[in-house]
Structures are given as C-alpha cells and as structure tokens.
C-alpha cells in the first residue's frame, strides 16, 4: 500500500514537473515575489521621501535637502560598488541583455542591492523612477527561482521576462502594460507560453501592489480624467505634439549616452563620490525651486489635475530634463519610464495650455496625459505599451484615440532619426549589441527525442534475478538497463542498484523488481532536446528511455545529444526537415522465413555487389539469418516516387545474383526494389518494416562532403539505424586471407570479433592477427581483452590467430604500419558512438586509415 502510495505521489509530481505546467505555476509564485518587492520599495521610497520633505520644513532647506543627496548617493553608491555593480544605472538593459542570452549576472544578491539602492537614491531626491528598479528586482527574482527549482531551459527566459513584466505592472499599478511590455520590448514573441506566463505575473503582481500598495482593486484611481473630450479641430495639436515629443525623445536619450560618456571619461570618481556630488548638487538645485518641486512624485500629479500653469510646466521641463541627465550618468540605480512620463506630461501641458489659448476645446491637463505617452513612444519605442500604460492609469476611454495619434507619431519620427531604443543604446554604450531573437530556440530547441534516440534498447526483465543481471551488465558496455514487463517499462536499474545489493545483504535469487527505481524519469519522442538535456543534469542521469506511454520506443544518452552539438559545432547543423515522400516498392519476392534474423544488403554497384553477397551469406550462414536485397531507384524531389516510372532491368540483374547465391549456400533470400528521393530513406523505411537485425553495405571509404564523418547516406543510418551496421570498403584484389583487427575495448570491437570467425570463412585459410595500441605514456599496458580475444577467436577460427600489442601516438599510423608489415588484406575496425564524436573534433580514423591503405577495410558499429 505504502508503494502504492509512493508510486502515485512520483505521478503527481511528474505531472505538475512537466515543462508548460511548471512554467505557469512558477509564474505565478514570481508575481507574488515581484509584488511584493514593488510593494516593499514603493512604500520604502514613500516614507523616505516624505520624511526628507518633512524635514525641509522643518529645518533649513539649504542644508537638509543638499545633505541627505550627499548622505543618501554616497550609500546607495557604496552599497552598488562594494556588493553588486550590476545593479547600477535602470537595470532594464541589462535584463534586455540577459534574455537575448548575453551572459551577465541576474540573481539575488543584486535584486537586494537594488532594492536598497534604490531606495536611497529615490528617497534622497534624485529624479529618477522605480519602475527600472522593480523590472530588474522582478527579473532576478524569476531567474533565483529557476535556479531553484527545475525550470525547463525552453521557459527560462519567458520566465524570467514575466518576472520583469510583473516588476512594471506593480509599479505602474498597470497588468496590461506589464505583458505588452514583455511581447513588444523584451522578448517580442507572442507565443502562449509568453503570453500565459506573462498575464498570471502580471495579473498577481497588479493584484498585490493594489492590495498592499497604494491603490485599491476598485481602479478608482487619483490621477483619473473625468471631463475629457475629443474634436477633430485638435488633431493638428496632436499631431504636434507627436513631433515634438518624437524630438525630445531622441534629444533625451542621446543626452544620456553623452552624460555616462563623459562620467567615465571627465569625471574619474568612485561610484560612491558621483552619487554623492549628484545628491548634492540635485539638492542644492531644488532648494532654489519652488516648494512643489521638493516631491518628484507630486510634481506629475501637479501637471496632470491642473495646478500649475504654463511656466511652471516650462520650468518643470527644463529642470526635469537637465537633473534626469546629470543623476543617470553619475550609474545611480534608479528608472528612466517615469521620468519620462514626467517630461511628456509638462510637454503635452504646454502644446495644451496653447489649444486652450487659441481654440479653448480641451483642458491643458488632457494634453499632459497624452503628452506621457508620447514621450513614453519615443524613448522606448514601444507605442503599444505607451498607450496601454496611461489608459490603465487612467481609465478614461476618451484619451484613447489622442494615446493612439501621439503615440504612433512620436515613435515614427524617433525612429525615423534612431531606431534604438534607450535600452539598447544603453548595450551598445557598453558594448553589447544584441539582435532579434530567431523564431526557433538553436538546435537543441529544433531537435526532439525521437531524431536522436537509439531505437534498439537493451533491456531486462522484471522477473530476472540479480545473478542474470550481473552476468548482462557483465556483457554489455552500458551501466543502466530499462526493465520491462509485459513489454511496459516499470522502472530502470542501474550499476548502483546491483553494488547496493552487497551492503542489503540480498541474495542472488532476489529478482530485479525488488532492487529497481520505480517508475523511471522518461519522455516522449516529442520533447525537445532542450528538455531532455535539463532533464539529465537536473537529476544527474546519463540517461533516459523514450516511451510512448509506457511503451518503451526508445533511449537517449548524453553522447547522442554531446554529439548533435559536435555536428553543430563542426558546420553540419542538424536541422528538421521536411519529410520526403516515402519510397515505393515496385518489385518484390519473399522466401520462406526460416531464419532467427534478417540481414539487409543495399545493392548499387555491379562491380561490388557479388563480394558483399557472399560477405552477407557467410555471416547469414553463421548466425541462421535471412537476406534481403535492396536496391534503391532515386528520382527527382519533385517527383512522387509511386508515381514515376523507372527502368528496372540494372536493378533486376543486381537481384537476380542474390536469387543465385542463396540458393548456392541454401540462404533464404529475399529481394525488393524502391523508387525513393533519397538512399537512407529507403533503407531506414526497410529496416523499420522488416526488423532487420544487421545492415552490410559497401563504403567508399572517403568523403568530400564538408561537416560529415563518412558520407551523407553513411551518417544517417549509423545515427537512426536501430540496428548493427557493417560498412565495407573493398580493395580491388578482393582476397580475405590475411585479417587485421585493432582492438579498442569497445561495444563495437566485441561485435567485430563475434563477427570474425563467420566472415574469416571467406578464406580456406586465414590467418587474424589482433592489434592493441596502447600510449606511450603506459608503462605497463593491459592486454588481458587482448588475451581473452585471442582465445575467443582460436576456439572459432581454423587458422592462425595471433596477438600483439603497440605503443603509440597516433592510433591510424600504428594500424596502418602494422597492416603494412603484416601484408594484410583486410583490417577490421570498431567504431561507437562516442569515438566518432573524438573523430569529428580530433581526425576521422576509419576514414584516415581507407583513404591511406589499399586493403579491404570493414567497419563495423553496434
């Protein structure tokens, strides 16, 4: 029962772990965290400011305001400088960088800087805002949580920008905005599982900053427009106004790409002594200002429900402007949206205050709101988000269309001087240039399980005994076996399993079940590979079978997917295609199907297919297999291939020898032709269909294709055929008397000497002579396999069988020199998987030893 239970709960948790599921719950515990922390640094600036401007009454405003800037930036600076420099300056770039994969820091410690930072720097007066602050704490809280939980490496990054997304929604009180923000600006991707994630962060994040913030969830909000009107008499003041704030927008961002420049070039201060002056000096400049200018955040308010008049929005712009630029250049931790906002809203109120002086239609205030916007357009280029942010913090469905023509014109004529954004020319000022992310996450997000996996698994049974286990762990070079019952996988064990077994106590006679993992970590043949790769690491497996329910189809091992990447990494990127139609079969004869196994022989040559025939029947005879016979009609891709007709007589003539042989040696042979659009194609559909067990084909022995290991046809099946593969490169004496055999140790070296003694049959007397090569650097080299082999093979072989050992550096050279003394006629080569990986990056040794011998040269891969 308690197994039961067990067995259950690992479903459960599977089932919520899996990718898309986890991607939404973990969405939503990053829009309580963000909002909370909004909600944390909203009330801290609050109180912070409000006591500052409590204290400017109270005391001489000449010393407070100047002193707590000086007290105030020095902190903050010392804070960023001495714990985390990353959290200098808006943070918006550097999460803009983070997701289109620039590797900089995002974690933790910096949101805390931040957030403390931040803090200091808005509550001492400096004009900046706190929604770059929030974006940036917002984000390194998503990309914390991922490290902390298992996170699916194809929803880190809509993760991660749901965690900023959150951070605007809660400082704007705006959730629309904030997933505007994440598809136009930050990942400009409108999948579900962006959209999805973004929407319940968001959504979470606005829910608590209103909670716990200072708005309610009535949206009853102060800044709300009530009298608001629309005439067609004022387009050309909108239009206007577009401009203008087009202009001002690229004056701004340029202006603070000059500010940081001459920061780092004139002013050669720490970090903590420029806050500190710019505290000082941002003081000094608002105790010369009106009293309404000591609260940044009054100011906007004050411009948008009409107190002030003209002047005071012309002085406000200016003021604004020049301490926005003086203060972000210093690296002050602090936001560039709401000061933006600020700047629109005085400009909008002047180009208002001048329609009410000439036509007297629309308050200056409506101008102010809309003027937001468009400032909002030009500095970020995102018009969208811009429109979306002021009606959501106003709620007032007439400002819609002027938000709609301010908005489009400012962000045109913008981008008609600058194309950037401020947060990109904040990268390129730092030297990161990024670009639009392609539509499809690189070749581990193209590819899925089912185009790498090994379609034949080994496999133990549920009712096998531990003493049966060891004896196949023993045989095989592979350290985990998935087991099966009634043809269902029902868990998987491993080398650690069987060890344990001693330290348990547990006798030989204690059957699989009873020491197995339960319910294994598996996965369709759809994941990606992205998945399957975290999958791996996060439970540190080397790897994992591929079911179809809990059908098992198929595994997948770390080296399959190291060895995509090789291919990515050698010019050969691996790409999804699209499918070929299917070969057809346009001659066929079957025989009687007596064998234990099926060997298939592609036939294409004339000059080499009698050797392979008899190669195929010797080893067909050995092992009690049928033959089967292909040859393969290529047409065009643009023909269908059940539909072109093709000549037959070569292909026919080529079968008709197999027909032949077989009933020489009293083979059962069978025979098919198929038109298809490509070779490997063909005899993958082939292998498939009749289950073959062994593919013999002959190899050319070199290639010129760039990027591949033997050939393009070659290549493919040694990656998808789920069966053992012989190629063969036949010299032109065709003589089989003298063998050589390199040994590796390998899978594949056992195969070729289990193969050995039926192809050796092909001599009346041969003569093997088994060669180990061993590095220099091995003092006393192991030759036990080397022994044990040549024992093997005397029990099997009537000829000589010899054995020797060699010390080199080179492992081809030491083959071909020892094939050369030997006069061999034929070397035998074993090549797996992970050795043809070292062959890609370090020289292909099969192709090196053909392309420099003139003997038959058979390889073999299991």
Same mark, same amino acid.
């Given at each position: ?24 719950? #973990? ?143 809660? $400082? ?30 968001? @959504? ?27 005439? $067609?008499? #004022? ?38 002594? +420029? ?12 105790? =010369? ?10 100011? +906007? ?36 949206? *709401? ?23 629309? /308050? ?8 937001? $916007? ?31 023509? *301010? ?26 240039? %990024?670009?639009?992310?392609?539509? %499809? ?122 060895? *995509? ?89 080529? =079968? ?9 040696? +009293? ?42 290991? @033997? ?48 192809? /050796? ?16 650097? #091995? ?35 030491? *083959? ?30 099969? #192709? ?15």
């Amino acid at each position: 029962m308690l197994a039961k239970s067990k067995i259950l709960g690992l479903r459960f948790l599977r089932q919520l772990l899996r990718p898309k599921r986890l991607a939404f719950v #973990e969405a939503c515990v990053i829009g309580l965290v963000s909002g909370f922390a909004a909600v944390i640094l909203g009330q801290a600036v609050d109180w912070a400011g409000g006591w500052r401007v409590h204290l400017s009454y109270l005391w001489p405003v000449y010393l407070v305001l100047p002193g707590i800037g000086l007290l105030g930036g020095m902190l903050a600076g010392w804070l960023v400088e001495r714990f985390a420099p990353e959290a200098s300056g808006s943070g918006m770039s550097e999460v803009k960088a983070v997701l289109a994969r620039v590797p900089m820091p995002l974690n933790l410690r910096i949101a805390l800087v931040k957030l403390v930072s931040a803090t200091l720097v808005l509550g001492s007066g400096m004009p900046l805002g706190r929604e770059g602050p929030t974006v940036q704490i917002g984000a390194a809280l998503a990309n914390q949580l991922s490290n902390w939980v298992p996170t699916s490496p194809e929803h880190r990054r809509q993760l991660i920008a749901a965690g900023a997304g959150a951070g605007l929604a809660a $400082a704007f009180n705006a959730p629309i905005a904030g997933v505007l923000f994440v598809v136009e600006e930050l990942l400009q991707d409108v999948s579900g599982i962006t959209l999805g994630t973004a929407i319940l962060a968001s @959504f979470i994040a606005a829910v608590i900053s209103r909670l716990y913030g200072s708005h309610s969830l009535d949206l009853k909000l102060n800044l709300a427009v009530t009298n608001t009107t629309f005439f $067609a008499q #004022e387009i050309p003041f909108y239009l206007i106004l577009g401009v203008l704030a087009g202009l001002v927008g690229i004056l701004f961002n340029k202006s603070i790409i000059a500010s940081l420049k001459i920061n780092r070039r004139v002013l050669n201060f720490s970090l903590p002594w +420029r806050l500190g002056i710019v505290g000082l000096v941002t003081g000094v400049m608002i105790a =010369l200002l009106p009293v309404t200018f000591r609260n940044n955040a009054g100011l +906007r308010e004050l411009l948008l429900v009409g107190t002030g008049d003209w002047s005071f929005a012309a002085i406000a712009l200016v003021v604004q402007f020049t301490l926005i630029i003086f203060t972000y250049g210093s690296g002050a931790p602090g936001g560039l949206l *709401v000061p933006s906002l600020v700047l629109g809203a005085a400009l909008g109120y002047l180009v208002g205050a001048v329609e009410h002086s000439l036509l007297g239609l629309s /308050a200056a205030t409506t101008y102010a709101h809309v003027g937001m $916007a468009a400032m909002f357009s030009a500095v970020s280029k995102v018009p969208i988000t811009a429109v979306i942010i002021v009606f959501e913090m106003t709620t007032d469905f007439n400002l819609v269309l002027p938000l709609m023509i *301010v908005s489009v014109v400012a962000y045109l004529v913008a981008e008609k001087i600058d194309k950037r954004s401020i947060y990109d020319l904040l990268l390129e000022w730092k030297g990161i240039h %990024i670009t639009k992310e392609p539509s %499809i996450e690189g070749i581990l997000g193209q590819l899925n399980a089912a185009d790498v996996m090994q379609g034949r698994v080994e496999t133990l049974s549920s009712q096998m005994s531990i003493e049966e286990a060891l004896q196949a762990f023993s045989n095989s070079a592979h350290h985990n076996f998935p087991v099966l019952e009634n043809g269902k996988i029902v868990g998987i064990v491993t080398q650690k399993d069987l060890v344990n077994t001693g330290s348990q106590h547990l006798g030989k006679d204690t059957l699989i079940r009873d020491i197995m993992t339960p319910e294994p970590m598996k996965v369709s043949p759809a994941t990606s590979l992205a998945y399957v790769l975290h999958v791996l690491n996060r439970y540190n497996l080397s790897c994992l079978p591929v079911a179809e329910g809990r059908k098992l189809v198929g595994i997948i091992t770390r080296s399959d997917i190291i060895r *995509v990447e090789a291919e990515r990494l050698n010019g050969n990127n691996p790409q999804i295609q699209a499918k070929s139609a299917p070969s057809y079969i346009i001659h066929q004869t079957r025989a009687p199907a007596t064998g234990k196994g099926r060997l298939l022989v592609p036939l294409s040559h004339p000059q080499t297919a009698q050797t392979l025939l008899e190669m195929a029947a010797a080893i067909a005879k050995a092992h009690n297999y049928e033959i089967e016979c292909l040859q393969v009609i290529i047409v065009p891709p643009n023909r269908i291939p059940s539909q072109t007709p093709v000549e037959t007589d070569r292909s026919l003539g080529l =079968l008709q020898q197999a027909i032949i042989l077989g009933e020489d040696w +009293r083979i059962p042979i069978h025979t098919q032709i198929r038109v298809a659009h490509n070779v490997a194609t063909a005899i993958l559909e082939v292998v498939k269909a009749q289950q073959i067990d062994l593919v013999l084909m002959g190899w050319k022995g070199t290639t010129s294709t760039p990027g591949r290991v @033997f050939s393009r046809v070659v290549d493919t099946l040694i990656r998808q055929a789920p069966c053992d593969v012989i190629l063969a490169k036949l010299s032109e004496k065709r003589v089989f008397d003298r063998w050589l055999l390199p040994m590796a140790g390998g899978p594949n070296s056992k195969q070729a000497i289990k193969l050995l003694p039926a192809l /050796a049959c092909l001599s009346t007397s041969p003569q093997i002579k088994l060669c180990q090569v061993f590095q220099l650097n #091995e003092s006393i080299p192991d030759t036990t396999l080397l022994e044990k082999s040549v024992r093997f093979l005397r029990s099997r072989v009537k000829g000589k069988v010899l054995a020797t050992s060699v010390k080199a550096n080179s492992i081809s050279d030491a *083959v071909l020199e020892c094939a050369q003394a030997d006069n061999s006629d034929v070397i035998v080569l074993g090549a797996s998987r992970e050795s043809l990986l070292r062959q890609v990056m370090q020289g292909n040794i099969p #192709e090196n030893i053909s392309r420099k011998s003139d003997c038959t040269v058979i390889m073999v891969k299991t």
